[in-house]
Every structure is written in structure tokens, then in C-alpha cells.
T-cell receptor, first 112, second 113 residues
């Protein structure tokens, strides 16, 4: 299974951009990269996903390197409510499985 | 509102008892999933179902059972065979098709008395 590596924690000032890196050097050509975040005692919230191209939605932007071995989630203007654990995930889909492979994530702390 | 509803939010079980966690979705999603989360860790897949009346084991299915009699419902039973059931249980659903994101409910926290 492709696995991801993220820094355990990061800080970001409110109003600034938060750039969260992720390494997925063993990703296969048909595996998507997903980003979720989780606030304590709640279910993970879907943020964005991509395969090869950069993606943007109302929450964030996802930058995937050309070799697909790493990606960066960008929160353009972080707020205090963005404080959460952020998971970079590769989804493994085959004839007998369909699962999100979670790591331990990055704990993002946004400070005033 | 469309979404995934898990109930109850907190659940307590006595040793030796089976307990069933509810998961309902009104998103018309074909696929549904159960994950377990332990403190400080990521999620691990217990079971998943891609269509009604069919389901597959995930990585940690031992001591759990599921059913998928209706598209919108995917209950999880934690049996007495599960030796360490205390955890945060999360249900998710997604549309069919590669690349479709999974959307999660708010979870059920199960504790042993």
C-alpha cells in the first residue's frame, strides 16, 4: 500500500497561508491523493483530492508535484477554526479492496 | 439536510455483550464504510460495502459484523469476540466510481463498563 509521511505538527499565524506538505513516494499511477481534517471528537471532514493536476475549491488548494511523489495543501488565509489534525491520504482501490490509508497526520495550530 | 447520521454519540457496553452501532445516510451513496480510530492514531478500515446485500472485510474485521439490507443503512455490530472494543467508530459513504471522496459521520464513542 502506498503510504504518506507528514510532519507531526505545524504553526500558522491567523490570516497567513498555511502550507501543509505530504510525501507519498510509493504512490501508484491510478491512486488519488485526498486531504481530510479532523477536529477533536468529530468525524474527518473532506477538504480536497486530486490525481495529477493541481486542484482548488472553496476551502483549499492542492499542489501535486509532476512526479506525484509529494503534494502540498494550501489554506490561503488560515483562521482559528482551521486548527485541526490534517490527514494526507492515498486511496487504495483494487478488485478486492477500497480503503483510505490514514497516517497520523499533521496537527495544525493557528494562533492569533 | 443531506448527510450521514451515526447514533448514539456515546455508547457503553458491559463485558460479554454485543452492541450495534447505527449508520444512516440520505446522500444516495452506493458505498458505505466503517472505520475505527484509537487515541492519537489514524483510522483503520473494519468493513465496507459497495452495493446492497454485499460487503467485504477490511483490515481489522475480527470481532465485528455488518449487514447492508438497505442502501441507506449500514449497521455495525461489535461482538463479545472483539477483545478491545473501546474506540471511536466512524461511518463513511461515497458515490460509486474511482476518485469519489468518502464523507464521514460524527462518530460513536464506545466504552466498556
Amino acid at each position: 500500500d502506498a503510504k504518506t509521511t507528514q510532519p507531526p505538527s505545524m504553526d500558522c499565524a491567523e490570516g497567513r497561508a498555511a502550507n501543509l506538505p505530504c510525501n507519498h513516494s510509493t504512490i501508484s499511477g491510478n491512486e488519488y491523493v485526498y486531504w481530510y481534517r479532523q477536529i477533536h471528537s468529530q468525524g474527518p471532514q473532506y477538504i480536497i483530492h486530486g490525481l495529477k493536476n493541481n486542484e482548488t475549491n472553496e476551502m483549499a488548494s492542492l499542489i501535486i508535484t509532476e512526479d506525484r511523489k509529494s503534494s502540498t495543501l494550501i489554506l490561503p488565509h488560515a483562521t482559528l477554526r482551521d486548527t485541526a489534525v490534517y490527514y494526507c491520504i492515498v486511496r487504495l482501490v483494487s478488485y478486492n479492496t477500497d480503503k483510505l490509508i490514514f497516517g497520523t497526520g499533521t496537527r495544525l495550530q493557528v494562533f492569533p | 439536510d443531506g448527510g450521514i447520521t451515526q447514533s448514539p454519540k456515546y455508547l457503553f457496553r458491559k463485558e460479554g455483550q454485543n452492541v450495534t452501532l447505527s449508520c444512516e445516510q440520505n446522500l444516495n451513496h452506493d458505498a458505505m464504510y466503517w472505520y475505527r480510530q484509537d487515541p492519537g492514531q489514524g483510522l483503520r478500515l473494519i468493513y465496507y460495502s459497495q452495493i446492497v446485500n454485499d460487503f467485504q472485510k477490511g483490515d481489522i474485521a475480527e470481532g465485528y459484523s455488518v449487514s447492508r439490507e438497505k442502501k441507506e443503512s449500514f449497521p455495525l455490530t461489535v461482538t463479545s469476540a472483539q477483545k478491545n472494543p473501546t474506540a471511536f467508530y466512524l461511518c463513511a459513504s461515497s458515490r460509486a466510481g474511482q476518485g469519489q471522496p468518502q464523507h464521514f459521520g460524527d462518530g460513536t464513542r464506545l466504552s466498556i463498563l
